[in-house]
């Protein structure tokens, strides 16, 4: 094959296409009960946007990001993620507020340049939320309850919800101090990555998969023990309303995710079947964000799930079965002068609103039927020599195999 598509970007072919298109619709439904509003932004924005917002010295800003020059000599980038680049919208165009809850969604594709493996891939889909306006924990509460929501109507109940706070721009530093104090002795036989981590963002060491690091980190100090009186009256509301509305979950202790704008909450949803990679969706607030951007002191809470992970999880867990979409009807022509006829009824067909289609290489009848099956086709109109001089079609019930001659006009009836 000459041409094959990039390393890490995998398409989406018509056999997945039905399962992604109930994957939309849900979140959709779900948006709307929610009162969010979509969003679309550009998949390129300045690179500066993403270095300030996620962290210069995180993987996506320091490894992952797709960066180009562009002809007009500006430093671009392929969106890594959507949250920056929704605030920057919303501060473009004047959308957020202080005294104003601001809900929106989007859909769409990331890029991240990352090592492809199963659940990771260079070009991804997210479908996801931000919420600006209110610092309140109930509303924290609302975004997990629509992510949970979204999965238990695709029929996924098991999902493991993981919750954490990792503190504020006050609590914080008592923390990584902390941290850093623990760490100390132990740094030398830890991962690389987890040097650079100690040095420029301590917490996220907490964040670290590697083996030998992990009996380290298990001992670690946790952030929910250095949080200040806020944080800590926040996090324990989050819980209580949690609970109140059945939302199982867990306190997971080391959960600090990959980002560096998150405060307060961070929460993810894990799925068992995912192997390595098992975050669906991960989420957090982010109140110093907007101001961090050059807006108004506008706190923000939100999450993004993977499509890539959850279509994976739907097609392992058989939760959905991806069906091809059928057509109702499937025109059958005999002959030159009847494919005529059947391109000029299959169009009225189609205006009539019924799905349609026809033979259009002049196959024999069996071959017809046969495809018309394939097709998921309820009827057939078949359309020979001897009918169209009687002015009729002959209407084939494709799962009865039962047939009647009959006017098109009637058919069509008959079919609707
Ligand atoms: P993040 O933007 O890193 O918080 O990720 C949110 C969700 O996006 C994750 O829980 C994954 O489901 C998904 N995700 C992140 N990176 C990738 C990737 N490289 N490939 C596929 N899915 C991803």
Same mark, same amino acid.
């Given at each position: =094959? ?62 992952? =990001? ?24 919303? &501060? ?17 594709? =990331? ?34 309850? &629509? ?7 695709? *029929?996924?109940?098991? &999902? ?121 969706? *991960? ?134």
């Amino acid at each position: =094959m000459k041409y094959q598509s990039l390393r890490g970007m995998k398409g989406i072919l018509p056999e997945e296409t039905p399962l992604w298109q109930i994957i939309e619709k849900t979140c959709d439904k779900n948006f709307q009960r929610f009162n969010y509003h979509e969003i679309r932004t550009p998949v390129l924005e300045m690179s500066d946007l993403f270095t300030r917002a996620v962290g210069g010295n995180t993987d996506i800003v320091s490894k992952e =990001m797709y960066s180009f020059v562009d002809r007009g000599n500006r430093k671009v980038t392929l969106r890594p993620e959507a949250t920056a680049a929704v605030v920057r919208a919303c &501060l473009q165009h004047n959308l957020i507020s202080k005294d104003k809850l601001t809900k929106l969604f989007y859909f769409g594709p =990331m890029f991240r340049y990352e090592r492809p493996q199963a659940g990771r891939y260079r070009q991804f889909h997210q479908v996801g939320i931000e919420t600006f306006g209110s610092a309140s924990p109930a509303v924290d509460a609302e975004t997990i309850l &629509l992510a949970v929501k979204i999965f238990r109507d695709l *029929g996924l109940s098991d &999902l493991e919800v993981d919750i954490n706070s990792v503190g504020c721009n006050k609590c914080r530093p008592n923390f990584t101090q902390n941290l850093k104090h623990y760490l100390k002795g132990s740094i030398v036989k830890m991962c690389e990555d987890c040097h650079k981590r100690y040095q420029h963002n301590t917490m996220r060491v907490l964040d670290c998969k590697k083996p030998k690091c992990q009996h380290i980190i298990e001992e670690a100090p946790s952030t929910v023990d250095f949080l200040c009186d806020e944080c800590r009256v926040d996090f324990e509301s989050l819980l209580y309303i949690l609970k109140n509305l059945g939302i199982n979950f867990k306190v997971n202790k080391r959960l600090v995710r990959g980002l560096d704008y998150y405060t307060k909450t961070t929460y993810e949803i894990v799925s068992n079947v995912l192997g390595a990679q098992n975050a669906v969706c *991960g989420g957090g607030r982010y109140d110093k964000l907007v101001s961090d951007l050059g807006g108004p002191e506008v706190p923000a809470v939100g999450f993004a799930i993977g499509l890539e992970r959850l279509v994976e999880i739907l097609k392992t867990t058989k939760a959905l079965s991806s069906k091809p979409q059928a057509i109702t009807l499937y025109f059958a022509p005999l002959g030159d002068k009847a494919k005529i006829s059947a391109i000029e009824y299959l169009h009225k067909a189609r205006q009539a609103g019924i799905s349609a289609d026809m033979d259009y290489f002049g196959k024999k009848l069996k071959a017809q039927l046969k495809n018309a099956d394939r097709l998921g086709a309820l009827y057939a109109l078949i359309l020979g020599d001897d009918e169209l001089s009687r002015n009729t079609v002959i209407l084939r019930d494709m799962i009865s195999s039962s047939q009647t001659e009959l006017s098109f006009e009637e058919a069509l009836k008959k079919i609707k």
